[in-house]
């Protein structure tokens, strides 16, 4: 492989963000931008690198000399299900800003929800004066997070610097020191022990639909906040939203914060837009910061021109 090969860009992100993170990324490499219609028909071979999010259909196959191709988020199954790939590693996005702003609308969603901050909004609107009980602390709740990757266990470090009781679900059993964790074979156990459940795991064939009506049955009723609470910021194809609406509506959820739908962006009949017990963003949890994924893709762009072995690829046969 020769040294500084040029790079290919196919990010559907807020053009201008992406326009402001190419200026001096990449140095010495030449960029090539296929936003731009003089890129259209360009002939792309030696092109050695692709940063990609929902690129082009054909963008892989006009690459014949592709060796890696750098996810834009720290999703990948964008990529695993949509495209034809050759076999090059794929790597995912993984940077302390991303991470952090995860944690952030984590740490935000479970604290809107444990102080009754939509309530309280609705009696400001109405002018009403009035102290809602019972007034839980943190430490009367537990979070249950799935997924414990590096987002999940960040986001499980914070929740109990905020004195939440946390524990955590994974398939393959993860050890986080000072917390309870729980494999597929203690999936129900851990639903129980639940009153918050945070959705941070990967969509695969095994998660797919996996916050469905049965799941939801099986967390935890009584507790600190009376109904249990869903949280998903993980992907929106493990969700079953006509089931998390037959839920709202019939108790089995007291609310939910909701990030990610199983098709983008919600349309606008959805009935979740108009509970006043679900909070709705936009895919914005944690949007990728575009300046930090070139430096990401640049440094590892530059271990595997020196011979060193690349970071975060992602295992294709699980998915993640």
Known sequence: MSDKSPV????????????????????????????????????????????????DPALFSRMPDLKVIFSGGAGVDHILTAYELPDV????????????????????????????????????????WRELDPQPEACDVTVGVMGLGVLGQDAVRKLKVMGFEVVGWSRSMKVIEGVETFDEAGLDAFLARTDILVGLLPLTEETRGIYNASLFAKLRQGGALERPVFL?????????????????????????????????????????????????TPHAAASSDVRAL???????????EGGDSLQHVVDRMAGY
């Open 294 to 304: 070139f430096r990401h893709a640049d440094r590892q762009m530059a271990r595997l």
């Open 232 to 280: 998903n910021a993980g992907r929106g194809g493990s969700q079953v939203e006509t089931d998390i609406v037959s839920a709202i509506e019939g108790g089995v959820l007291g609310a939910a914060s909701l990030d990610v739908f199983e098709k983008e962006p919600l349309a606008p009949e959805s009935p979740l837009w108009d509970f006043e017990n679900v909070i709705i």
């Open 8 to 55: 290919v860009i196919d990010l559907k992100f807020d053009r201008e963000s992406v326009v402001a993170g190419l200026k001096n990324a990449f140095p010495g490499r030449e960029i090539i931008d296929m936003a731009l219609a003089e890129n259209a028909g360009r002939d792309l071979s030696g092109s050695a690198y692709a940063v990609v999010w929902k690129p």
């Open 89 to 128: 590693p794929i790597v995912r996005f993984v940077d302390r800003s991303l991470t952090d702003r995860m944690s952030e609308w984590v740490v935000l969603q479970c604290l809107t929800h444990l102080r009754r901050s939509l309530a309280y909004a609705r009696q400001q609107k109405n002018h009403e």
